[in-house]
């Protein structure tokens, strides 16, 4: 799969919180249908690039294109106004890791919030759109329910049938299962497979090492703000060249309990 013409391109994405540079100048380009997972250990900036995917974080310095929609930024840029970000976020869905449902809706009235108010789409419409995602996410019986009702498993397929609702472009997951208990996680990591399957262009920030390189065209790894290396998900998960790579995944699998693959 080649990035020649990308869906995203992020080029030396730059971000600092006060004197803390978590950013420093992190490139990325992904296909449409490639599924890029980034991993690294927490505080390597993974997690604040995915942001800066879709502007919940703006930085300082670099230039982002997804699709239709480009960005500069610096000291001459303008920043992006609500306007543009509501563009952007229509074609650039994201998942975090706490649900974020409005618990005082159903369930299919938290799927179809965003077509009904950001689209415009007739209800009819936006529900019949609903009830079909929430039997791609394995809750078909689950439309009527409230959230307090449902298991943390079911409210994060919930929340990835909410922004599969607004039929993006690309689908971003912020460590989607690391809230979860253990038995839980298998649930939402079969939804993520089956819409890699699909061709959805992903990028996943993830801990579970095993699904990246199973699921993943490519995996990328940050250390201290840099993509320290990045190649083939077998590759990287499996054969690292990158010494804080290794180090990083034979620390993940003594926590872990398990041997190198």
Known sequence: ????????????????????????????????????????????????FLRCLNLLETPQAGELAIGRHHFEFGKDQRVPGKAQLALLRRDVGMVFQHFNLFPHRSVLDNVIEGPVQVKNMAKAEAKELGRDLLAKVGLADKADSFPSRLSGGQKQRVAIARALAMKPDVMLFDEVTSALDPELVSEVLAVVRNLASE???????????????????RVGFMSEGVMAEIGAAADVIRKPQNPRLVAFLNRFHQQA???PA
């Open 199 to 217: 061709g959805m262009t992903m990028i996943l920030v993830t801990h579970e090492m095993a699904f990246a390189a199973d699921v993943s065209n």
């Open 1 to 48: 799969m080649t990035q020649a013409n990308p869906i995203l391109a992020a080029k030396n994405i730059q971000k600092a919180f006060g004197d803390n540079q978590v950013l420093k100048g992190v490139s990325l380009a992904v296909a449409r249908g490639e599924v890029v997972s980034l991993i690294g250990a927490s505080g390597s900036g993974k997690s604040t």
């Open 257 to 259: 309990g398990t041997a």
